[in-house]
């Protein structure tokens, strides 16, 4: 058997032993009669986190996820950690990124190989005694049942039902969360909706623009592919648009472990025929030969793999993708799914193989390809879909831009945040006067590190009492862009699962819970709270 070959096996057959481990033997396996203390919806980080915090607390723990996978986007491609200031990330959160240095045997580690992230989730998962459900998917119509303000129990495509006396909805979508008839929005709001300088449509933006004049239509005058027509929104004003997705993609550029880049079907060059135009004029602007580097964001991991991710005017991000996919069927957002792995898929094909790609670039491109022992049971490309942004709760209280630049303290703080405002880009579309192309709506602004009140993950009162949601929280698109990042899911997540300990033992709604007692128990943990 050769190397790769080995590696694979070695890495399915711990995937098996896991999996009989957790006695989770997919979509077969049907829980418990028993009720659980917590049912947590959603294996992310924030997910896995939220269940162990809740099972060291002495609950028992039920974690419901849809696929075969623990961490999303952590153990899903984002090896490149997204930390901001890593002296506010503490408690649990900062345990993890520790766990991973052990495995390359430092003591920290934030730069990491996504099967290692997917080790460390397995190994915190089995020590805290979690119950872990795989290919247990929400029904998509009536999978939440409610008396009065309370989630009894919530019932999954195969059959299952679990039963529990709080819940927490990790997801990414929130569909826990919308079935339990909790209010929500997608999109921007509005600049006057909470007095936001940065909400809305954005006025243009100088990263991630086209360096070079390209014009957006074909010889017959229409707009070329990848362009959208140019709406007549004012700068400021609220939509419905999503920003743009993308899969992360861990890349080798060792020929032991690297698999060529995949022609997906239906492949048409005439797809980026915007990118073929523009490259030519880029590398002129640039004065210098193009790299890889100047078309995605390569960032080096451990033993030569990368975390890629979208950088420039036309890259991995496939915008305007995912507009339809927070309010999604399952079937539409396994269409637009596919459609993104088509988009991302066809643009590496494309630098590689198309003539007109600047020579550096194709050269270079050919010298990479994906990582034979990532991935092994999807065909080495990325299990979780970067849901950057879907649903938003608006709950007991909704974080806006005034939370994260000037109001910066709370009184129920449960963590920190401190990465800069981030939101990719929304548009893609010609510029006013129609002759070249532009982005609108990225948005990169740094914000002072902050404290999160543990309002964010509550629903309103009187919508559900025993549901926490430290994943599709309460904020504004603007403050959302800063929240959203991985380290902080998991801060909240543990900050959710004990706050569910301290709602059983005392029995009260979620929103009864002292924000003293919880600080207190979540300091007690390394958690950090205040600057």
């Known amino acids: 058997m050769t190397v790769r070959g080995l590696r694979a096996a070695r890495v399915l057959l711990a995937t098996v032993a896991l999996l009989t481990t ?17 049912v947590v919806y959603g294996g992310t980080a924030g997910g896995v986190i939220t269940a162990v915090a809740a099972a060291r607390e002495g609950l028992r723990v039920a974690l419901v996820e849809p696929g075969r996978h623990l961490g999303g986007m952590v153990s899903g491609g984002l090896g490149w950690t997204d930390y ?22 430092r003591d ?31 029904r998509e119509k009536d999978a939440v049942v409610k008396s009065g303000t309370e989630v009894t129990e ?10 529990a006396r ?47 004049s390209v014009s957006p239509l074909d010889s017959a005058g229409k707009l070329l592919p990848e362009i ?20 992360r993609l861990c890349m080798t550029r060792n020929p032991a472990n690297r698999v060529a880049w995949p022609k997906p079907a239906g492949y048409s060059a005439a797809r980026y025929e915007l990118l073929a135009r523009y490259l030519p004029v880029f590398e002129h602007e640039l004065g210098r030969p193009l790299a890889i580097n100047d078309v995605m964001k390569a960032d080096i991991l451990q033993n030569g793999k990368t975390d890629t991710n979208n950088n420039g005017a036309f890259s991995t991000d496939y915008i305007g993708g995912s507009y339809d996919y927070p309010e ?13 792995i ?53 709950g007991e209280y909704v974080m806006s831009q005034k939370d994260i630049q000037t109001e910066l303290t709370k009184p129920d703080s449960i963590g920190m945040g401190s990465y800069n405002s981030d939101s990719h880009n929304v548009q893609r579309r010609p510029t006013e006067d129609g002759r070249a192309v532009e982005n609108e709506g990225d948005m990169q602004v740094p914000v002072t590190p902050y404290e999160i009140p543990y309002r964010l993950i509550l629903p309103k009162r009187p919508q559900a009492t025993n549901l926490l949601v430290p994943v599709c929280f309460s904020a504004t698109h603007v403050a959302y862009s800063t929240l959203r990042m991985e380290p902080q899911y998991m801060i909240l997540g543990q900050a959710a699962g004990v706050a569910a300990k301290l709602a059983i033992e005392n029995k009260q709604a979620v929103q009864d819970v002292d924000p003293r007692a919880l600080a207190a128990k979540l300091v007690s943990q390394r958690a950090i709270l205040h600057r």
């Open 154 to 163: 919530i019932r999954t495509e195969n059959g299952g039902t679990f039963r």
């Open 166 to 212: 709080v819940f927490a909805d990790t997801s990414y979508e929130g569909d826990l969360m919308a079935q339990a008839h909790v209010t929500y929005v997608s999109g921007r709001e509005g600049i006057s909706e909470y007095n936001e300088s940065l909400a809305g449509v954005r006025d243009r933006t100088p990263f991630h623009q086209f360096k070079a």
């Open 228 to 247: 959208m027509p140019r709406s007549t929104d004012s700068i400021g004003a609220a939509d419905t648009r999503v920003q743009a997705y993308n899969f």
């Open 342 to 394: 088509a988009y991302i898929q066809g643009f590496l094909y494309f630098l590689a193989s198309d003539t007109r790609v600047p020579a550096s670039l194709s050269a270079e491109m050919k010298e990479w390809g994906l990582c034979a022992d990532e991935f092994v049971d999807a065909g080495h490309w990325p299990y979780q879909l970067y849901v950057r942004e879907a649903r938003r709760m608006v």
């Open 22 to 38: 957790l006695g989770a033997a997919g979509g077969a396996q049907r829980p418990p009669a028993e009720i659980f203390d917590l």
């Open 108 to 138: 920290i580690e934030w730069h990491f190989e996504p099967h290692v992230a997917e080790a460390v989730f397995n190994d915190l998962i089995k020590e805290a005694g979690v119950r872990v459900f795989f290919e247990h998917r929400l």
């Open 328 to 340: 999604g069927s399952y079937a539409t957002r396994a269409r637009i799914r596919q459609a993104h």
């Open 84 to 105: 901001g200031k890593k002296e506010v990330i503490g408690g649990y959160s900062i345990e993890f990124f520790q766990r991973v240095g052990a495995k390359y045997g």
